[in-house]
Each structure stands twice: as C-alpha cells, then as structure tokens.
C-alpha cells in the first residue's frame, strides 16, 4: 500500500522522541556556529600573523639600511662621532702647521737646551782662554 504524503496527513509520535529531535537540532546549530567561529578566529590570527611578519621582515631589511629612522641613541653616537671628527681635523691641522702642545713642549726645551750648550760653551772658551793665557 502506497501512501500519499501531503499537507494533511498526520504523524504520531512520542513527545520524547520530538524533545529529542529539537535538542538535537539545536545541540547540532550550536556545534556548527561553534566550529564556524573557531575557524573565523583562526583564520583572523593568521591574517595577523602574515601581517606581523611582513613588517618583520620589511623592518630586518630596511633598518640596517637606515630607511627606517633611528634611535635617539644612534643620533647621540652620531652627533659625539660628528664632534669628535671635528676635533681630529683641528689637531691634524695643529700637527701640519707644528702648533701641537708637544711640538711646542719640544721647542721650549730645545730653545732651553741651545742656550744652555752656548753657556757652556762659553765658560769652556773662557776656561780655555784663561788656562792659555795663564801657562
């Protein structure tokens, strides 16, 4: 016997076994929109994490290059490198004009030690002119 379904035929059942139909429905709704939103997020932490690691590697690149700026530090280094360049021009320059405080030192002791070997070249004629004259 063959039975035609449509809107009127009716269908018995136990009220258990309907409750039971409609949880697991809903348990089923929410397992799916469950996984859907862990997927959702796995997927958003991954789009982060490519993002993150393209700035890494744009930074790794550019900052050595110095296409990214500096640190306040790198400036002070440069500013104390830039002064002490200056410095080392002006004492190449005292060194090539001989202005240098050694150079100096040196001069006065050499004019020192001249007019010390002229005095003592003049008492050693003195003496010998004395002893010469005297003999």
Do not use: C
């Amino acid at each position: 016997m063959a039975t035609k379904l449509n809107e009127n035929t009716e269908l018995s059942m136990p009220i258990r076994n309907l409750i039971a139909m409609v949880v697991g429905a809903a348990i089923g709704t929410w397992a799916y929109f469950g996984i859907i939103e862990r997927l959702n997020s796995i997927e958003n932490e991954l789009v982060l994490i490519k993002a993150d690691l393209t700035q890494n590697t744009e930074f790794r690149i550019k900052w050595p290059r110095g296409e990214m700026g500096s640190l306040p530090a790198d400036n002070e280094q440069f500013m104390l490198i830039e002064h002490l360049s200056d410095q080392l021009a002006k004492l190449q320059e005292q060194a090539d004009q001989g202005k240098l405080p050694h150079d100096q030192q040196q001069a006065l002791t050499l004019s020192f030690l001249s007019k010390r070997i002229s005095n003592i070249e003049e008492q050693i004629e003195k003496i010998r002119n004395g002893r010469g004259s005297g003999d």
